[in-house]
């Protein structure tokens, strides 16, 4: 990261009339970074995003980009490039005029035209997908075309709305392949909004954890998936057991936790269902739930303090629902929240 301000949002507030969205958002993203605004629905992710983009004027803050404030500069003259979740090609022009459309706008014409698109469709491997339609392309390919027509205009800044959302498992993989590879070789600074935390971890350079319209928390996603600093965070990012931590106790949605460790001056304590070890231990719960993953066995016990996640080795033999089992909560194991 050469510059930690190439974009850089300062005390944003964005609005849907009366409706405050993104309240006091500071955020700095290196020239060709790849960060992800992760949230869920309402957070304020997408709001964040169509501010940079142009198409919603803040009520207060200041939009810098490459030095420059673009807070009301109009959206087709910032050089930010945006990929929607729908991917908005048109269907009945060819891929090669798909991709041409923007450049066309601009005023490039003839060879300096078919050299940029051809340039642009090699970059994203359709090279010979130039004369079909999108209707003829699955959506991994329509997704490369959409990506292909935002590169050629050499943007400053990508932003991708929900990029892989409407893509199949196997097809997500690629296209997280892909993605990375062409910012790997153009080292265009993106940012994309994803609800989808796998994605995140598995995609961002930095995360931003976005909640209600502030930032619960940046980091690299080693940061975000290991050290959370909130139960927000912990929960998202898959501590399905968190615990509060008040007055040198442990507690949980139904009362106290029968814990004999030290508890840290923490806020709280979070395990991961795999943290949590089965068939010995000084608690005990009825299995309530059992299901197959895989690999693993997912459990749900039910123990007098609440409901607790765990999973076990597939290989290992199998607990039946409506089973008493006895389990612990290592401490060496808990992420330690600032945040309750």
Request: glycine letters at 10%.
């Amino acid at each position: 990261m050469s510059d930690p301000a190439y974009l850089s949002l300062e005390k944003l507030r964005l609005s849907y009339g009366d409706t405050v969205a993104v309240e006091g958002l500071d955020l700095a993203i290196g020239k060709g970074e790849l960060v992800a605004l992760l949230g869920p629905s309402g957070c304020g992710k997408t709001t964040t995003m169509r501010a940079i983009a142009g198409l919603l004027s803040p009520i207060g803050g200041t939009i810098r980009l490459d030095g420059a404030d673009i807070t009301r500069v109009a959206a087709n003259k910032r050089q930010i490039g945006l990929v929607f979740q729908s991917y908005a090609l048109f269907p009945h022009l060819t891929v090669f005029d798909n991709v041409a459309f923007g450049l066309k706008l601009k005023g490039i014409t003839g060879n300096a035209l078919r050299e940029k698109v051809e340039a642009g469709l090699k970059s994203v491997g359709l090279a010979n997908y130039a004369a079909r339609k999108p209707p003829e392309l699955s959506g991994g390919q329509q997704q490369r075309v959409a990506l292909a027509r935002s590169m050629v205009m050499e943007p400053k800044v990508l932003l991708l709305d929900e990029p892989l959302s409407n893509l199949d498992a196997r097809l997500r993989l690629d296209m997280r392949t892909e993605l990375q590879r062409v910012q790997a070789e153009t080292g265009v600074t993106m940012i994309f909004v994803t609800h989808d935390q796998a994605e995140a971890l598995a995609l961002a350079d930095r995360i931003v954890v976005m909640r209600d319209g502030r930032i619960e928390q940046i980091g690299t996603p080693e940061d975000i998936y290991n050290r959370p600093v909130s139960r927000f965070v912990a929960d998202f990012v898959g501590f399905e057991n968190v615990y509060a931590v008040r007055d040198g106790a442990l507690h949980a949605e139904k009362g106290r936790v029968p814990f004999t460790g030290t508890l840290p001056p923490v806020a709280g304590l979070a395990f991961r269902p795999r943290h949590v070890e089965l068939g010995a231990g000084p608690l005990s719960g009825i299995v309530r739930g059992v299901s197959f993953a895989g690999g693993t066995r997912e459990y749900v016990l039910e123990a007098a303090f609440g409901m607790v996640k765990a999973e076990a080795d597939a290989a290992l033999p199998a607990w039946s629902l409506g089973e008493a089992i006895a389990f612990d909560l290592p401490l060496a194991h808990a992420a330690p929240l600032e945040r309750d």
